[in-house]
Nanobody, 126 residues
Framework: QVQLIESGGGLVQAGASLRLSCAGS????????MGWFRQAPGKEREFVAA????????SYANSVKARFTISRDNAKKTVYLQMNSLKPEDTAVYYC???????????????????WGQGTQVTVSS
């Protein structure tokens, strides 16, 4: 069984920064790509960012490119999402997820992730 626990969400003003963390346990964390997704009220869950198992490849949604940075520390079994220049439209519940297949590069497809955290709320006020 895999457990993913997110932290770091909160209420901030537009233009501020937050760093989300996702701590993993239960299987070889370093063998799996990791992703961040978000879901706003009334909307479908959408891809935000992903990082390969090695950390050598990343992918971002166009809406967050140049503002958000995904990284991982395999020794700590943790993946991070640094969010800068936050906008009100970034308001959502943010989820981290683990790829279902080991040693894959990045994937943006939600169905390719089989373990999910409980989510952390990010609210950006204008």
């Amino acid at each position: 069984q895999v457990q993913l626990i997110e932290s770091g969400g909160g209420l901030v003003q537009a233009g501020a920064s937050l760093r989300l963390s996702c701590a993993g346990s239960g299987r070889t964390f370093s063998a799996y790509a990791m992703g961040w997704f978000r879901q706003a009220p009334g909307k479908e869950r959408e891809f935000v960012a992903a990082i390969s198992w090695s950390g050598g490849s990343t992918s971002y949604a166009n809406s967050v490119k140049a503002r958000f940075t995904i990284s991982r520390d395999n020794a700590k079994k943790t993946v991070y999402l640094q969010m800068n220049s936050l906008k009100p439209e970034d308001t959502a519940v943010y989820y981290c997820a683990a790829d279902r297949r080991a040693f894959r590069e990045v994937t943006t497809i939600v169905d390719e992730y089989d373990y999910w955290g409980q989510g952390t709320q990010v609210t950006v006020s204008s």
